[in-house]
């Protein structure tokens, strides 16, 4: 079982930056996989980026591919997202989910376990 909290969201301008933690608790965290998701109002759940279980494999989504970094310190049991040059449409809720995986699953269903997510607001 793992239980996940993410903090670290605001209300930024465009072009700046954040970084999003997400804290675990619970022993399977250093074995399991984890992404950031993100899901703005009227629209589907969107997949940002997965990083694998020791932090050796990083995938992101190509809309922030250049932009956003996953990473992990197993050490603290949290993941972090660093987002950089935000934008209006990165407006969303943003959420922590875990899996048990060695790979970057990148769709929603893989995952097990989720945060309750942290509120990301980019003003133009």
């Known amino acids: 079982q793992v239980q996940l909290e993410e903090s670290g969201g605001r209300l930024v301008q465009a072009g700046g930056s954040l970084r999003l933690s997400c804290a675990a608790s619970?022993?399977?965290?250093?074995?399991?996989?984890m992404g950031w998701f993100r899901q703005a109002p009227g629209k589907e759940r969107e997949f940002v980026a997965a990083i694998n279980w020791d932090g050796s494999s990083t995938y992101n989504a190509d809309s922030v591919k250049a932009r956003f970094s996953i990473s992990r310190d197993n050490a603290k049991n949290t993941v972090y997202l660093q987002l950089n040059s935000l934008k209006p449409e990165d407006t969303a809720v943003y959420l922590c989910a875990a899996t048990r995986s060695y790979g970057t699953p990148r769709i929603a269903a893989e995952y097990y376990y989720w945060g309750q997510g942290t509120q990301v607001t980019v003003s133009s």
């Open positions: 619970g022993r399977a965290f250093s074995n399991s996989a």
